[in-house]
């Protein structure tokens, strides 16, 4: 397995995950929010989906998916084109009303779109410092860890909510 592979392989199991939580769920159900207050499913995976644009998008050195393929006007949400969802309030988190075909239909475009860009990179990509505002710098190899773990993270957290919710708890 190259470094192309395993990167693609990494990357498919995030979209595996997405599609098993929002496939086939109500919007009520994907906006329902924990305790009232916590993140929703529908924010979740529209958070995780962001983060991914955004990051490979600056990685790879191309437009988002988001603003490129009109998904910000698609998903009519109440943000700036490039707010991925860091720091959202309580309030913020609660306007995050999406469908399972949006949620599914941006992550799949922003998947697609990835799988483009990670088909091309080498071992010696992973080097390339892609953020110097850290020390370290970031190189690619990191931030592309980075994405992987933090989107499954999201996705995990995603499913227990589901679980949640189809216990009735």
């Known amino acids: 397995m190259n470094t192309s592979e395993l990167l693609l392989d990494s990357y498919g199991r995030i979209q595996e995950v997405v599609h098993d939580v929002v496939d086939g769920l109500d919007d009520k159900t994907l906006s329902t929010?924990?305790?009232?207050?916590?993140?929703?499913?529908?924010?979740?995976?529209?958070?995780?989906?962001r983060i991914q644009d955004d990051h490979l998008a600056d990685a790879g050195g191309y437009e988002q998916v988001h603003t490129a393929d009109g998904w910000h006007d698609r998903?009519?949400?109440p943000f700036d084109a490039s707010d991925t969802g860091y720091g959202h309030s309580a309030e913020q988190v609660a306007t995050v009303q999406l469908s399972a075909d949006q949620l599914a239909g941006y992550y799949d475009a922003v998947h697609a779109r990835s799988l483009e860009y990670l088909k091309t990179l080498t071992d010696?990509?992973?080097?390339?410092?892609?953020?110097k505002r850290w020390d370290p710098p970031v190189t690619l190899g990191v931030r592309l860890i980075s994405v992987i773990s933090d989107d499954l993270q999201h996705a995990g957290q995603a499913a227990y909510i589901q679980g949640?919710?189809?216990d009735g708890n």
Do not use: F, K
């Open 33 to 49: 929010r924990p305790e009232g207050t916590g993140n929703s499913i529908a924010w979740l995976v529209w958070h995780l989906t």
């Open 75 to 77: 998903l009519g949400l």
């Open 124 to 131: 010696e990509d992973l080097d390339r410092v892609v953020d």
């Open 164 to 166: 949640l919710l189809a």
